[in-house]
């Protein structure tokens, strides 16, 4: 009964491929996101949904598109994956949109790209 | 300069220890956020304050608006502590801009 839940917890690639992380929530929230932490531990939101719509979109590579088909889920898709793309991607969410709701993180995928 | 600083970013401790890290902003905020990266790399969340003080078990955390400053105080200290703290900062909407994280170690 995990509250916020991702997959893959790893994945490994090659350049220039295109690979999708998943990411679920049970926690009835309506605000979901994705977060970058770079290999300097360095955490930077990516995206932000509420209720399946896109609320922040953080000067993020094109090559990244976010997709929610419902509000539980929040998937992330990654083309022409390229080295740089390496880090942890965490998923996360909190209730509707209202400044200072906590937010509930996922357990983190690590992306390496070779 | 990074809009949310931690200080220090290394911290090194005996078990039983009284630790206090800090977090400067230089930005309006409706909240700031404690978050705990554990060595397996899960986080949580510890506060979540506007004002004031909380306390959580052996944690507390301050916040002082009018100073852009929050202080998180753990008592006791445990090996269990160690993980990184990191201090975050919503700036409307629930964007939360990160400080760099403390990196926390208790030696037994």
């Known amino acids: 009964d995990t509250a916020v839940s991702q997959t893959p917890k790893y994945l490994v690639t090659q350049m220039g491929n295109d690979k999708s992380i998943k990411c679920e929530q049970n926690l009835g929230h309506d605000t979901m996101y994705w977060y970058k932490q770079d290999s300097k531990k360095f955490l930077k939101i990516m995206f932000s949904?509420?209720?399946?719509?896109?609320?922040i979109n953080e000067t993020v590579p094109n090559r990244f598109s976010p997709k929610s088909p419902d509000k539980a889920h929040l998937n992330l898709h990654i083309n022409s994956l390229e080295l740089g793309d390496s880090a942890v991607y965490f998923c996360?969410?909190?209730?509707?949109?209202?400044?200072?709701?906590?937010?509930?993180f996922g357990p983190g995928t690590r992306l390496t790209v070779l | 300069k990074n809009e949310v600083e931690q200080s220090p970013q290394n911290l090194t401790a005996q078990e039983g220890e009284f630790i206090t890290i800090n977090c400067s902003y230089s930005v309006g905020i409706s909240a700031l956020h404690w978050l705990q990266q554990h060595p397996g790399g899960g986080i949580v969340s510890l506060f979540m304050l506007s004002s004031g003080k909380k306390k959580h078990g052996r944690l507390i955390a301050t916040i002082n608006i009018q100073e852009k400053h929050s202080s998180l105080h753990i008592t006791a200290s445990h090996p269990r502590d160690s993980a990184v703290y990191i201090c975050?900062?919503?700036?409307?909407?629930?964007?939360?801009?990160f400080g760099q994280g403390t990196r926390l170690t208790i030696n037994p």
């Open positions: 996360a969410s909190s209730r509707p949109r209202t400044s200072g709701r906590t937010q509930y």
């Open positions: 949904y509420n209720n399946k719509e896109l609320i």
């Open positions: 975050a900062v919503d700036q409307g909407a629930q964007k939360l801009v």
